[in-house]
T-cell receptor, first 111, second 113 residues
Framework: DAGITQSPRYKITETGRQVTLMCHQT?????MFWYRQDLGHGLRLIYY???????DKGEVPDGYVVSRSKTENFPLTLESATRSQTSVYFC??????????FGPGTRLTVL | GENVEQHPSTLSVQEGDSAVIKCTYS??????FPWYKQELGKRPQLIID?????GEKKDQRIAVTLNKTAKHFSLHITETQPEDSAVYFC????????????FGSGTQLTVLP
């Protein structure tokens, strides 16, 4: 589990501000994922990446931007934060056709 | 897209009893079904998974069964212990689809001592 980290762990921001959540993995996994977790909705996929410079939308991509210039990093940016984006964000990684391992999560509050 | 429904949303059992959590899925092409356990304030962690070429898989006190015809799968925990108390999530995906997991909404399991 120590192979995948997220920062910051907690973040409070205001509506309209840009926020970037970081995800770093040391396993050299090909795939990386961003999920948000809200009560009553379980985990919902925001974006995923199959390799560096290859990203694709998940179930709830609106309002989010991702990039992946290096295999080990997969930042998630909220370009103009809204209150509905208050959530716990989990990053995950996996090797091809293998188990997804989750990071510790970032709790984001948008005021 | 895939839709996964999970029941019950809360479950309380006495220590030593068994617990069963059920999930149904909509996409008949789904063929990979993991279960994750999430303790309060922690990350989800895989506890068991099953692929569609088998009907049942066991790992000590945990077992998962799959009925492809009915499109449902279940998690069985026997001899429950207080440390089994957590939120459990089922998920489904197609093997070979970048493992895009669709999760159920979770079951809060409480094991009463």
């Amino acid at each position: 589990d120590a192979g995948i980290t997220q920062s910051p762990r907690y973040k409070i921001t205001e509506t309209g501000r840009q926020v970037t959540l970081m995800c770093h993995q040391t396993w050299s996994h090909s795939y990386m994922f961003w999920y948000r977790q809200d009560l009553g909705h379980g985990l919902r996929l925001i974006y995923y990446s199959a390799a560096a410079d290859i990203t694709d939308k998940g179930e709830v991509p609106d309002g989010y931007v991702v990039s992946r210039s290096k295999t080990e990093n997969f930042p998630l940016t909220l370009e103009s934060a809204t209150r509905s984006q208050t959530s716990v964000y989990f990053c995950a990684s996996s090797e091809v056709e293998d188990t997804q391992y989750f990071g510790p999560g970032t709790r984001l509050t948008v005021l | 897209g895939e839709n996964v429904e999970q029941h019950p949303s809360t479950l309380s059992v006495q220590e030593g009893d068994s617990a069963v959590i059920k999930c149904t899925y909509s996409d008949s092409a789904s063929n990979y079904f993991p279960w994750y356990k999430q303790e309060l304030g922690k990350r989800p962690q895989l506890i068991i998974d099953i692929r569609s070429n088998v009907g049942e898989k066991k790992d000590q006190r945990i077992a998962v069964t799959l009925n492809k015809t009915a499109k449902h799968f279940s998690l069985h925990i026997t001899e429950t212990q207080p440390e089994d108390s957590a939120v459990y999530f089922c998920a489904a995906s197609r093997w070979g689809s970048a493992r895009q997991l669709t999760f159920g909404s979770g079951t809060q399991l409480t094991v009463l001592p």
